[in-house]
Structure formats: C-alpha cells, structure tokens
C-alpha cells in the first residue's frame, strides 16, 4: 500500500465517520437504527483508520493533499505521515471495539427519555474530529477539527443532562477545553507570525528565538497539557468521563487523551525546531507529579468509573514522563537515549488506549448489569459475570504493569531510559532522573495495589447488594469488544520487538534515527540499547508462567486426590460468614490514605443510621480545587458582581458609559 493509498483511507474512515453521525439522525424515528447500522458504521471507521495507519507506518512515506474547503487565502491540507499513522492506529483499534461493543450497549437506551439521535450524531462527530486532527497540515483545520473534537464531546458528556452532576461536568469540561484550546491558538499564533503562514511547513521553517520558541512551548504544554489532564489542570477529567456512556468514555479516556499527546508531540517535536532541556525538566516534573496524584487520588475512589479516570492522570503523567527524558536527551545530544524514551512514550500511548478501554468497556458492562458504580455495593461478579471477569482481569494486570501483558513493557522501556542518565553530563540532571525514576516505581506498586483492591473487592467474595446478586452475563457483542482489546493487550506484551519495529519508523521521520538494537537478536529478545545492557524476552516469560501455573494444578490435583477427609474448617465458634465481614474498598486504602493523608481533604465522620446501626462516611476531596480552582471561581464570581453594576437599567447611564468609552478610544487612536 502507498502513500497516498494510505491517505485515501483515512479520508474513507472520516467520511464513515460522518456517516455515521448522519444515519443516527433518523433514530427519533426508529431507534433500531444506531444499533443496526450507526454502531456498525462507526466500528467500520475505526477498522478502516486502523488498515490506514498501519499502511502509513509499513510503507515509511509522506502523503499530501489540499482539501476543497478552508479560508479563500487558506486551502485546507492534509497530510499523512508515520506520527500520524500511529495516532491513527491508536485511533482506530480503539473505535473498532468500541463498534463491536455498541450495537449491545446503547439497547438499554432505546426505552429511555435519552435521545439516541444525540447519542449516535455526536459520537460520529467525535470519532471524525479526532481523526481530521491528525491528519490536518495547518494551524487552521486542526483547530476547527479540535474544537469539533471537544465540542462534541461535551454534548456526549451531557447526554443525560437530566442529572445535575453531568450538567456540572459538561460545563466544567466545556470551559477548560476552550481555555486550553485558546493557548494552543496562541501558541500555533507565534508559530505563524514569525513562519509567514499557518500552514505546518511554513510553521516548520519559522525562524525562531529561543525566547520565543519558550513562550510557544508553554503555551501548548498548557494546552495539549489540560486537555491530557495533567495536574493540576486535570479537576474536569474525574468529573466528565464517569458521567458519560461507558463506551463514550472508553473513547475519551483510550483516544481523546491520545490525540492531546499528539497534538503535543507535533508541535514540540516537529514544528518547533531546536529543543531546550529545561522544557525537558518542565514536562518531567509535571509528568511526575501527575503520575504519582493521579494514582493516589484513584486510590482513595470507590466510584468504579471515576477510579478509572483518576488512573488516565497517572497513564497520562507516565506518557510524559517519557517524553520529558526524550526531550532532555535530545536537547543534550544523546540521540538514541532520547529516540529510546520517545519510543516508551509512543509504546505506552498505545498500551494505555488498550487497556483503559478495555477496563472501561468492562466497568460499562458491570453497570449495564447491576446498575451499580459503587465498588461498595459489588462483590461476586466473577461467578456471575465471567467473561467480563476475565477481560476487566487482564485490564488490570496490564495496568498494572506486570509481565506478560503490555503494560509491563513500555514501563520498562521508560525505566531503562531513565536509568541511562548517567552519561548526562550535567550533574543536576543525572540527580533528577533517579528522583523520577523512583517517583515512577512507586505509582507502579501503588498502581498494582488499587487493581487489586478493585478486582478484589468487585469480582471476589460475595455480592453485598441486590441489584449484584440478580446480574447477568452481558450480550456477546460486549464481550467480542472487550476480548479484541484483551487480546491486542496479551500480543503487545508477548511481542514487543515486532511492535517496536512499526514504531521506529515514527522516530526515524521526526530525529532521523531509531533504535537499530532493538531487534537485533530477533523476536525472542528485546534489547533497546544493547544485548549488555538490558534484555528482555516475553515469550520466554510466557512460557515459564505456563510451566508454574501447570505445576501449581498439578500439585493441587494430588493433594485433593490423597485427601480422604472432608469437613468444614474450625471457625473458632463465630457465625458463617456474611458480607459486612469483607473487605471494602474504603478499608484497604486506609493505610495509604493515612500515610499520604496531607495530600487530600478528608472529611471523617461516625453516626448512627435511623434504625440505630453505626454508620461511617468519608469524604475525600482534591486539594487542586482548594489551591488553584476555588480561588479563580470566586475572583470571577467577585468580578461579576461587580461589572452587573453597570446595568442599572437607567438609559441614561448606559449613554454616559458609551460616551466615555468613546473618549478613550479617541484618545488612544489619538
């Protein structure tokens, strides 16, 4: 496949896309209609995005094309190029499952008071802003195609607007996306005023300052940085995605974080030319931080959904902590350290669409089910549900970061990354990587430790309500969805070396360089930097997993056979066991919510209920409300007060302030 075959089909995909949205419309008069044909289209997009990238990334060229749209002295372009194939994969795999997932999903839909033309139209929408936005090649049509992107996803975020909360969520999303869309603005804005135009080659060759080029760095890390939901301008992320459909927010949380970091990764990357290494140390600190709160603050949520997003802080905060060591290395002069973290980088924005869709899809089949995000009230759903258990399973191992699954890979790709910071030859840096590379292993046992309380605590032991104890596999559509995407999390992580060589080509374009030893010693092994350095070699792992799972069955086989007795265990005289005897998900994250109690607003409190029994509440809230939101609100709210003085309704002093503003004006021009 060319090129321009390649680019062919991701136009294919954006048209099927709109497609899509367009065939949503006629669902006020039959609902059947997004289910029977909108899903399937939109899942067809995604298929047909994800055979474009992958001709992009196999063929290693550059496709170009101008658009009959855009400004009379502005042409619309597009180009394809490997950055863009992969974020189209990425794309694209993600909305295959989730049109796999959808026709079973938006059923339980079809009998409410939601409109299902909003739901279907606006989805369309979404998926085709978000692929224009990697495709676009001016400063033009990716800032329409973004504010489609977020436009419509705020009107999915508010789908069930009838609740106050998602009302609360959309707005707050609406606000902040339009703030950081204004700083991206303004960042293609220095771009374009020094390059002579908005297109993306002129951007290119802007002749730059490094004064300037810093103010353009941090306009767009503010940007592309809110829309990731870096902290501390992630307070929207928690609050939108769980009030969304769950398989809105599987695409907001695995793709539309994703095209932040792309968006990100264009600008820094390619059209700012020279880097600097302090954005390096900017981008890693607050990677850093955003990876460690993130985790933390998901820690302490029983809110299965919004557990979830708090995660997309930290996954997101890992992204770019790789990209922060890529920046540094390449600032310094150590190509292929810094094409090394870049690869992590791009590795984990893959992995991290896998399987937080995954678990996203997974949390939505949990709630269609038993109606239930409250890990409080869950319990036993693995006997109930099993093959959601198994895939929301393999979610959580591969978030987690553990062998074999794929998160576990580009972790220790970014490890091995940081680790190199000893040919650094500034000492300041090689004392600061160590720092993040600590930072990094901590969110990772922190990490491993909330999926555990959250698969413990959900699929384990027994149901604690009813609604848990009445739930049902989900369809099979839901199920297919979820197993293509465990599937892709399984071979991500057993085959990285072949997944490596697609990815270099990206690198190869941007710095001119890849990782040659990557591959060197075949598909067994993986050698990033070199076979004396550091080796890893999946499949061997796999294989010796599957020796001490067959050991261990075998082992338990001859102990059932030789034991003759059976009888109930001494329970030392208490009653048989109920469900107020297990572990709740408050309970096992009370040790670490003591340890790091300083970083949160916690509200303790035991009472009684009516009928007499004892009942605890916790509330913990997010300092960044206190410390950077809460402030800003009532400054404006302050304001606002203030300037609504102006509107006495007396004409007459609605002249006065006219005529004054006039005064000014003519002194100024003057």
Not at 121 to 128: D, I, N, R, V
Request: proline share 4%.
């Amino acid at each position: 496949m060319s090129a321009h075959a390649a680019l062919s089909l991701a136009a294919l995909a954006v048209l099927l896309a709109l497609a899509s949205s367009a065939v949503s419309l006629f669902s006020v008069w039959a609902p059947r209609v997004l289910r029977m044909l909108g899903m399937p289209l939109f899942g067809l997009a995604g298929l047909v995005a994800l055979a474009a990238g992958l001709g992009a990334l196999l063929q290693d060229g550059v496709a170009t094309a101008t658009l009959p749209m855009g400004l009379p002295w502005l042409p619309s372009r597009v180009r394809l190029d490997a950055l863009s194939g992969f974020f189209l994969c990425v794309i694209g795999v993600v909305s295959f499952a989730v049109g796999l997932y959808g026709p079973a999903y938006v059923r339980g839909y079809e009998h409410g008071r939601d409109s299902l033309t909003a739901l279907g139209g606006f989805a369309g929408l979404f998926l085709a802003g978000m692929l224009l936005v990697v495709l676009a090649d001016d400063a033009f049509l990716f800032m329409v195609s973004w504010e489609v992107m977020s436009l419509s996803s705020y009107f999915l975020v508010a789908f069930q607007h009838e609740n106050a909360a998602n009302r609360r969520a959309a707005f707050l999303y609406l606000l902040m996306a339009h703030i950081g869309g204004l700083a991206i603005l303004l960042g293609y804005g220095v771009l374009a005023s020094f390059g002579g135009g908005f297109a993306f080659e002129a951007m290119r060759a802007a002749p730059l300052s490094t004064g300037w080029a810093s103010v353009a760095f941090v306009l767009a890390f503010l940007g592309f940085g809110m829309k990731a939901g870096l902290v501390p301008l992630h307070a929207w992320l928690p609050e939108a995605h769980p009030v969304a459909p769950s398989h809105i927010s599987a695409l907001m949380s695995g793709v539309m974080l994703k095209v932040a970091v792309y968006g990100f990764i264009r600008f820094v990357f390619d059209l700012l030319g020279e880097v600097q290494w302090q954005w390096g140390v900017a981008v890693l600190a607050v990677g850093s931080v955003s990876a460690l709160m993130g985790v933390l603050y998901a820690l302490m949520q029983h809110d299965l959904k919004r557990l979830l997003a708090y995660h997309s802080v930290e996954n997101l905060g890992i992204i770019f902590i790789g990209l922060g060591l890529a920046l540094l290395y390449l600032a310094t002069g150590h190509g292929l350290l810094g094409t090394l973290a870049f690869v992590a980088a791009l590795y984990h924005t893959v992995n991290h669409a896998l399987f937080k869709a995954l678990l996203f899809l997974g949390a939505g089949a949990i709630l269609q089910s038993t109606h239930e995000r409250d890990l409080e009230q869950m319990g036993g759903l693995l006997r109930r549900m099993p093959w959601t258990g198994l895939f929301f399973l393999v979610g959580c191992i591969s978030i987690s970061g553990l062998p074999p699954f794929n998160g576990f890979v580009s972790e220790w790709l970014t490890f091995q990354a940081a680790l190199q910071a000893w040919q650094l030859e500034s000492g300041v840096l090689r004392s600061l990587i160590p720092i993040t590379s600590a930072v990094l292993a901590l969110t990772g046992a922190l990490a491993a430790a909330c999926f555990v309380k959250v698969y413990g605590v959900a699929f384990l032991g027994q149901a604690r309500s009813r609604h848990v104890r009445r739930a049902r596999p989900v369809p099979l559509g839901m199920r297919v969805g979820q197993g293509w995407l465990a599937a892709l999390c399984l071979l991500l992580g057993v085959l990285p070396t072949w997944v490596i060589e697609v990815i270099d080509v990206v690198p190869q374009q941007l710095f001119g360089g890849g990782l040659p030893q990557a591959g060197a010693h075949g598909w067994l092994w993986l050698t990033p930097v070199s076979p004396a350095t550091a080796s890893y070699s999946a499949p061997l792992v796999v294989v010796l997993l599957a020796v001490l799972t067959g050991l261990a069955f075998w082992g338990l086989h001859r102990g059932a056979v030789r034991r003759v007795r059976h009888c109930d265990a001494w329970d030392c005289g208490f009653a048989p066991p109920t469900t107020r005897m297990q572990y709740t998900a408050t309970a096992f994250a009370q040790p670490i919510r003591r340890v790091f109690g300083l970083l949160f607003r916690i509200e303790e409190s035991v009472g009684r209920r009516e009928d007499g029994a004892p009942r605890y509440h916790l509330s913990v809230g997010d300092r960044a409300w206190d410390l950077l939101y809460v402030p800003v609100m009532l400054a404006v709210d302050s304001a606002a007060r203030r300037v609504v003085r102006l509107q006495s309704g007396n004409v007459r002093v609605y002249l006065g302030w006219t005529l004054a503003t006039l005064l000014v004006l003519l002194w100024i021009i003057s």
